[in-house]
């Protein structure tokens, strides 16, 4: 995991993983954890960010494959801040994969997006090592990671020339389900996300995206860098879009691309939901001990029944702590 090259980031990448360890250390986290089986630092690639954790609960059943990428404006953050998005899909009734990847603006795009196919692939390839079933794959993420979640279902969607991309498709990835919880989903323009009335703090870490990100870059149009462009667009996949659970606070200024989402998925006719939570700010879903968040955890456990195919007994997620 790199080190933030910029002071706003070393504060919010700090500020994550002082929040992220105390988690892990309360006694109802511990508990939950210890009922699954955690294995960490699994190798999916040749390099050292190339490691994922696997969380799984413990019977013998086949469960669902889930990659859950995480979030943290694609320059800090890991695999290891997030360990609680792996023990909540795991309760929700699947085999989760969670890998780190390259970080910008050491590694910018298109690394990031390199690993998020790569992983995939992996898990396509490995699932079963791990009592994970690839037929029912589930692709999620929030924030950057919802962008890296969406990309990979356009790879899986799509033939594309990037061949990390072609690599997914050629793999033959069918992802069931897509959760991308409150993304920038069109990295490209970060301009369109400001308003008078953002802090100065929010609107230079928005800012921060795009520079760190793209580093100077301006990727051609449609690129993975801006998932939600593609599916704005009018060509028609080639292989069915995942039926979609969007969810996102009416204070992230992120929102209007969960809405944008919503609007594409509409016009194409793909199953989805789009949940706007009043006055919850971004990532709020990460904060367990919330009503709201409690409340999104439960709704997106109610789409997974509704849509996953074999759906198992999907545990309350209310009592939930962090």
Not at 108 to 137: M, S, T
Not at 262 to 268: D, E
């Amino acid at each position: 995991m790199s080190t933030p090259t910029n002071p706003g980031s070393r504060v919010m990448s700090a500020f994550f993983n002082g929040i992220a360890g105390l988690g892990r250390r309360h006694p109802e986290a511990r508990r939950r954890l210890q009922a699954l089986d955690v294995v960490r630092d699994v190798p999916y690639g040749p390099l050292p960010e190339h490691r994922l954790d696997i969380y799984r609960p413990r019977d013998p059943n086949p469960r669902p494959a889930v990659l859950y990428l995480h979030g943290g404006a694609f320059q800090i953050l890991s695999k290891d801040t997030h360990w609680l998005m792996g023990l909540t899909f795991a309760r929700m009734g699947g085999t989760v994969f969670v890998p780190n990847y390259r970080l910008a603006p050491r590694h910018p795009f298109p690394a990031a997006i390199e690993d998020a196919c790569r992983a995939a692939c992996w898990v396509q390839a490995n699932a079963h090592r791990f009592g994970a079933d690839v037929d029912r794959l589930v692709l999620a993420g929030e924030s950057a990671g919802a962008n890296l979640a969406c990309s990979v279902a356009v790879a899986a969607s799509w033939r594309r020339p990037e061949p990390y991309a072609a690599e997914v498709f050629e793999a033959g990835l069918r992802p069931q389900l897509l959760f991308p919880a409150c993304g920038i989903l069109q990295v490209t323009d970060s301009e369109r996300l400001l308003n008078p009335k953002l802090a100065p703090f929010t609107r230079t870490r928005l800012m921060e995206v795009s520079r760190g990100y793209l580093s100077g870059q301006v990727p051609p149009p449609h690129s993975l860098a801006d998932p939600l462009c593609i599916l704005e667009a009018g060509d028609a996949p080639e292989r069915p879009w995942p039926p979609t659970f969007a969810a996102c606070g009416t204070r992230d200024p992120l929102l209007e691309d969960t809405r944008r989402l919503g609007r594409a998925l509409q016009q194409r006719g793909v199953p989805h939901e789009v949940r706007i939570y009043p006055g919850e700010v971004h990532a709020f879903h990460a904060f367990i001990f919330r009503p709201a968040a409690r409340q999104c955890w439960r709704d997106h456990g109610a789409f997974w029944q509704r849509h996953m195919p074999q759906p198992l007994e999907t545990p309350d997620l209310s009592s939930d702590a962090s």
